[in-house]
């Protein structure tokens, strides 16, 4: 479920194809027992595990972005724990065609566990890639 959204919108750069996908993987998202933060830096849209009482943000997190060819990445990372740093830790991506939704929402399905494990191997999905092909723009 979403429990916290930074601000309304979309990113930028989405096609109509890639924004029908966005709006099902937010469905997604929302139909999730886990509690999730929605964060809309400008390039993509960043999801983490939300803040409770009894736990801080999580600090694993995918960021979703538009790519070429009708693809949206799901990029999985960890942002450096020093305040000062850019850095981040890359666990994959995982490519989700706008021209193949229902493989797109499995395939989310699979992220959003993974994210919810805090990135524990046990849960990774199983078509990520380690190799990106795409530059990743900066989160927020």
């Known amino acids: 479920m979403i429990v916290a959204r930074e601000k309304e919108g979309r990113p930028e ?3 109509e194809a890639r924004a029908e996908l966005l709006e099902r993987l937010l469905v997604q998202v929302e139909a999730e027992d886990e ?6 830096p400008g390039s993509g849209l960043e999801i983490r595990k939300a ?4 736990r801080p943000a999580g600090r694993p997190r995918i960021l979703l972005f538009p790519a070429d060819r009708g693809r949206l990445v799901a990029f999985f990372y960890k942002p450096s724990r020093l305040s ?3 850095d981040r830790f890359s666990y994959g991506a995982l490519y989700l ?3 193949k939704p229902d493989e797109a929402a499995r395939e989310f399905g699979t992220a959003l566990a993974y994210l919810a494990a805090d ?3 046990a849960a990774k ?4 890639k380690r190799s990106l ?5 900066e989160a927020p």
């Open 51 to 54: 803040a409770l009482e009894d």
């Open 13 to 15: 750069g989405l096609d």
């Open 35 to 40: 509690s999730f933060e929605l964060l809309l």
């Open 133 to 137: 092909d795409v530059t990743v723009p």
């Open 125 to 128: 999905p199983p078509r990520l």
């Open 84 to 86: 000062f740093s850019r």
């Open 97 to 99: 065609y706008a021209a």
């Open 119 to 121: 990135f524990k191997p």
